[in-house]
């Protein structure tokens, strides 16, 4: 009896509702900001929809619900599965990371000479393979960092095995997306600080990163001609893959007067001064038809612009309600890898959509980095959602856990 | 429980620093709106939009008579961009589909290359994906209506990457007749003529139009940001077409019978100072001629039309009378040292009258010599009344003002003696053609000074919003015994002076004087030995309705250099052409006479014969010539020789069209008809002159 009453439970809408668990609030974020991101990129797919579809502005409202679709399922079968498995998948997932960055790096779909992409077969989907790297590096990290408690301040037990990862994924991504390596660098570097390890150690590795990087300023900075406002001629060394683009991108960082920067730039200032504090309206964008990627890069620009610094201040706030609801899944988690995963996960994800927002209104310099759950479709958007799956699948534990003290009062109804 | 408490507070301090830079964030997007805020949506606006100009369409310069002189047309530049995302899709499938027949119509419709050329062309043009490539400039709006009914550019702009750019051409339709007082309008070079004076006018109002750009680069326009262009309004003007055509043809025949090196001629209106004709002609390099100039309104020094003046000074001033001797001492004259010799040798006296209609330099320059030494502002007195002191005012900006010494800014000590003597017979002042035109006109006016004109009126979308009348410059230059003794020279120079020999079988009579005068300007010295020829005048003398002058600048030693040899023909053309005009205008058409035309055929004697055979009269043809008017007498058929020539309007009434056209068009008429039937009546009359070009209407019942 019982089992045909499983069976039937598991399939009626009611069953559904028992079996999808974990924090609500957490649900209700991917939910609002799914919403969000299916009027943002309804109206900023208008003028790419003008240009491919010939003004038929459903074709990508049609593509990004049937994408939120796909990611909540994913949401939910992650977060059905017992995060305890995720433990033993993050060591093999991350050695088939390397294995796909390296083929990425010689093999991928080239855009501005960067090598990031792979496309899938049967499915034909590109996958920035970066984004599987992340999620695999974190996951591993989250891994170590639990194994390793005891031994975490030695470095040789402690912090070499817990660093090479980080290298190695780090260096794999950098000659294709450095902007991407740094992020992930930097978040790497905040888990370690939160993971208990040496600071000493973390200094460490700031001071081993910023050789490169001064050195780039440097470069940069020699490379200049101010007077003509444009660089030099570089060298062979210097004009190697990606690098012209880095020293262009440090300079335009650096010198570039308000008028002469980036049109990327001058375009999302743009849209931010016309948003003020209540912004355009839904669907008023003027500034979609001149930015680019505004449906992903450029989407926070977007935001400002229709719905002004109330909206703007809507979306910070609730990534911080995101991160402050993964804090308290810390906190209650009784064990060390799910504490870790779900912290890792939710930094990850909070990092990368501060720096989207970063570079829309002009803090950072140009990266093309999509504002989680946001930006319209693709690879990065169902990672996402995988991401914040497994958060959920500690967060269910987490709740069973709960529930096993004093037991769930929907089980009793 | 001690490491979690370790690992919380850093997990908060993250939380912390990302809590505090999102409010970076949100502080860097409220510095941006509160403090930048203006300076970048005022880009924004610039950047999306843009304000395009509306071109209007520039007026027509009309003749009197409503030909126009100058207008604008549409014209089409075709490129093609070969990189067009329809044409080039799935491998330039519309392309290769459409490229056989489209360059069959092409090189059937511009016939400048054959298909295969075409083909190759724009295969090569493909190849090398050119964004712009130029098929066709100066396409008319016929050519491009055609075009875009071809394979692949009716497929529309998007899939054919055919682009075509509007343009407006000025089109002179009577080329370059008169062009340099018309003026021909061409992008990025310096108006002359009209269409610079009257610039203002037929430019319009250019239009503005804001835009913004929209996605796919399409530009919209915004709303309630438009100001339509005004168009340009018309200009009609004084012009004849058909005078002015004369004028071109007569001045260009004197030109090129004696390899001339500039010539102009303008033709009066007496009674209005309308200009109905300004022809202008100098040679090229190569020998041909071209209006490079508008040199009726350049200054030379005029030589003997200026002694028109000269004797009305005399006249007015009562210093003589024309029946007056004066002593020419054979045509040499020493005057301090200077010697002043006439053309040809004269007697020791001679009358005023002989000595003008002579040209004498002798007397004219004694006469000034004698009458003002002294008291030049006297003299200087008629050249103001006559208005010589300064620009005519005529609608051109081209105009030279007129140079003559005032003796009223000079000190007496500086005052040569010689230049009285001088200003006698044209020299030491300097005039244009069209300023003394002005002068012989006023004679010719009984003395009512006429301000020579270009400008009818000006209409806009065809309403008049100026018109011009003739003005008066001056009610009387002169008293009118003074004007009858001048109109008396001026008569005499044509009968029995310098002009003699062109008007002696002139049907009317006209009146004016010749000028020959050596040439001293930048170019030439007077040692050059080039000659200035000149003829001003009037006709007919008994109510004068035109003046004319004929100005010509000779090439050196010339062989044919005298005023009355080579710029009097000119007048004597033009002349005999008004002359005809005026009659023909002036006979009203007549009406048919019904009855007769029954029984009169007009026909070839051959056909005469045929028709009186068959119907079995009695006829014998012993006449001479081909054409016959036969009329039924008493049952026999009388016949009349048709005259035909080249020189007397052939009459042809009676006769059928076909008929008609072959003796007319044979003597070199043209030939305009209305109505069916058998001729009734033409244009002009049986038996007055016609020349070779004219224009003949028959009309036919």
Redesign the interface.
Known sequence: MSQIANISSKFSPAGLRDKTRGDKVIWAIVVVLSLVSLLVVYSAT??LA??LYKGNTFVYLFKQIAFITLGIIIVYFAHRVNYTIYSRVAKMLFYISIVLLIYTLFFGAKINDGSRWIKLPIINLTVQTSDIAKLALFMYLSRLLSKK?DVIKDFKKGFLPLMMPIVIICGLIAPANLSTALLTGATSM?LL????VSFKHIALVGAAVAVPVIILIAIAGAYYDKAEGKTKELPAVLSAGRIPTWIKRVQDFMYAE??EAPYQV?QA??A??????FGLGPGNS??R??LPHPYSDYIYAII?EEYG?IG??FI?FI??VF??RS?RL??KCPYAFGAFLA?ALS?TL??QA?TN??VN???FPVTGVTLPLVSMGGSSFLFTCLAIGIILSVARNVEDAEGSLEPAKEELA | ME??K???W???L??LG??V??F???G???Y??RF??????S??DS??TKILDLAAERGTIYSEDGSMLSTSLPQFDIYIDFGADGLRAKDGKNFYENIDSLSISLAGLFNDKTAAEYKKELKQAYADKERYYQLHKKVSFEEYKALRSFPLVRLGRNKSGFIAEVKTKRLNPFGELGFRTIGLYRENSKLVGLERSFDSVLRGTTGKRLVR????GVLMPVEGFEVEPENGDDVYTTIDVNIQDITERALMRTMTTNEALEGTCIVMEVATGKIKAIANLGRTPEGTYFETDNYALRTSEPGSTIKLVTLLAALEDKHVTINDNIAIHGGRWNLNGRTIVDDHHGPEVTTIKTAFTQSSNVAMSKLAYQYYTGKPKEYYKHFTALHLTGKTGIELNEEFSPLIRNPNKVKPKQWHPQTLASWGFGYELMVSPLQMLMVYNAVANNGKMMKPYLLNEIKSYGTVIRKNKPIVLNEAIASEATIKQLQECLAAVCTEGTARKQFETAPYKAAGKTGTAKVNDGKFKYRDGVYQSAFAGYFPVDAPKYSIIVVVKNKPHAANYYGGSVAAPVFREIADHLYKYSIDKQQPLQLPVQDSMLYTFAGMKKEVNTIASQFGFTYADQLAGNWRRSYLKNKTVQSQTVQTSNAVMPDVKGMGLKDALYVLETAGMKVQVTGKGRIVNTSVAAGSPVAKGQEIMLYLN
């Open positions: 208008n003028s003008y240009k408690q905040l600080f939160i993971g208990r308000k008028s001058l200032k743009i931010v001064a016309k948003g003020g504090m003027e500034q038809n001149f400002i610094l703007a201040s910070v990534y911080m991160l402050f804090i810390f906190r912290l930094f909070v990092i501060m927002m970063a209104v002009g803090l | 490491v979690k370790d690992i919380l850093r997990v908060y993250g939380f990302l809590g830079f999102g970076l964030i949100l860097k997007a409220f941006t709106q930048e805020g203006s300076y970048w949506k880009m924004g950047l999306h750009y929209v996605a796919g």
